[in-house]
């Protein structure tokens, strides 16, 4: 990860804000590391990185349009996967690509991804419920918010919830 042998804090990294387990120990999720926009912090990102590592993760996913942090993430030695989301609009078509690249790398039992987006916000939560009904967690889209709203202890707003209708309308699923 670095040349340089680190200890104390810096060994041990920071834990990405708004971490939140989807799927113990192998389905995780976040706001981008080191934080989003403005706030974005350099050695912030580097500590979450660390932490990353330090804790076994395999990938991380971004869902972000731009290429942001991709660098980063190789330098730190890190696999990840760019798979944007695009627009609002463009939900529907681009959502099964994300599910099929999820369930694909969760058939490997050593893979711990991370998935993240800008902020850690509805649109977020509204991919990982519908990620939970297409991989066939849950039968249909409002067990899917209801589980999510249960493990991330906020409640999906209209935003989140028309991310799961776009999930529902693409109709993708994982064999079973």
Not at 21 to 49: C, M, T
Not at 71 to 77: F, K, P
Not at 122 to 129: N, T
Not at 138 to 153: C, I, Q, T, Y
Request: glycine share 10%; with cysteine.
């Amino acid at each position: 990860m670095t040349n340089v042998p680190l200890r104390g804090r810096w060994a041990q990294g920071l834990q990405p804000r708004c971490f939140l387990w989807v799927i113990k120990d192998r389905l995780a999720a976040s706001e981008r590391p080191g934080g989003f926009a403005r706030n974005h912090r350099r050695i912030r990102r580097q500590e979450e990185l660390i932490w990353l590592h330090q804790r076994g993760f395999t990938k991380i996913v971004s869902l972000l349009d731009s290429p942001h942090n991709l660098h980063a993430y190789r330098q730190a030695g890190l696999a990840f996967e760019h798979l944007p989301l695009g627009r609002r609009d463009q939900l529907t078509e681009r959502l099964p690509a994300v599910y099929l690249r999820l369930a694909t790398l969760l058939t490997d039992p050593a893979e711990r991804i991370l998935v993240h987006h800008e902020e850690f916000s509805e649109l977020v939560l509204g991919v990982l419920a519908g990620y939970l009904w297409a991989a066939r967690f849950v039968d249909d889209g409002p067990r899917a918010v209801l589980l999510m709203e249960r493990l991330s202890g906020r409640e999906l707003g209209a935003g989140g919830r028309a991310v799961v209708a776009a999930a529902l309308e693409s109709g993708w699923r994982a064999p079973g």
